[in-house]
């Protein structure tokens, strides 16, 4: 059964760094493509960054620059490092596993981050 | 960036109803297009992939269909379980992008 639990998320000040996690299990992060999506509190679904299973990436325009997607297949870890965070990345963020590029086939619950001073 | 708009924003239905969500895109998708389903406090779940192809695991009261701008979703029965809200997501380009999201609720 494959399975995602994001962790790391938190109060965070404006202009300050958040490292979030996601363990993978019941699948090999080395075989599928994992994103990083995000949800304003009330809003709906912002894609953010796509890790590719070979280790290509692509960011939205929102982040780029500033939030980094990497992974750790032998530990099958996700991770996204923000910085320099503001107040409109306040948001839930999922990670999601895609067998292909195109869709989301699995979900995690969710990390809360909160930009606020 | 792909603009997808959905509607009705909300729909009330009572069970056993019919229920048709539209999605239309800003740029033609062919059939790369996908629908989900989130209920409050949780991750969506894939439903429709590719237009039409029920994930596994899925109801078959859920269906989906169109192409290119403009695409449907249809709940042929709806039943209690199905009150949450419904993304359309966009495959064909990056930033993947979705519908604002159709709210659902059992009458």
């Known amino acids: 059964e494959v399975q995602l639990l994001e962790s790391g998320g938190g109060l965070i000040q404006p202009g300050g760094s958040l490292r979030l996690s996601c363990a993978a299990s019941?699948?090999?992060?080395?075989?599928?493509?994992m994103s990083w999506v995000r949800q304003a509190p009330g809003k709906g679904l912002e894609w953010i960054s796509i890790?590719?299973?070979?280790?290509?990436?692509q960011y939205a325009d929102s982040v780029k620059g500033r939030f980094t997607i990497s992974k750790d297949n032998s530990k099958s870890m996700l991770f996204l490092q923000m910085n320099s965070l503001r107040a409109e990345d306040t948001a839930v963020y999922y990670c999601?596993?895609?067998?292909?590029?195109?869709?989301?086939?699995?979900w995690g619950q969710g990390t809360s981050v909160t930009v606020s001073s | 960036d792909i603009q997808m708009t959905q509607s009705p924003s909300s729909v009330s239905a009572s069970v056993g109803d019919r229920v048709t969500i539209t999605c239309r895109a800003s740029q033609g998708l062919k059939t790369w297009l996908a629908w989900y389903q989130q209920k409050p406090g949780k991750g969506p779940k894939l439903l429709i992939y590719a237009t039409s192809n029920l994930q596994k695991g899925v109801p078959s009261r859920f269906s989906g269909s169109g192409y290119g701008t403009d695409f449907t979703l249809t709940i042929s029965s709806l039943q209690p379980e199905d009150s949450a809200t419904y993304y359309c997501?966009?495959?064909?380009?990056?930033?993947?992008?979705f519908g604002q999201g159709t709210t659902v609720e059992i009458k």
């Open positions: 019941g699948f090999s992060l080395s075989a599928d493509h």
């Open positions: 890790i590719y299973s070979g280790g290509g990436t």
């Open positions: 997501q966009q495959a064909i380009d990056f930033p993947r992008t």
């Open positions: 999601a596993r895609g067998i292909l590029t195109y869709f989301f086939d699995d």
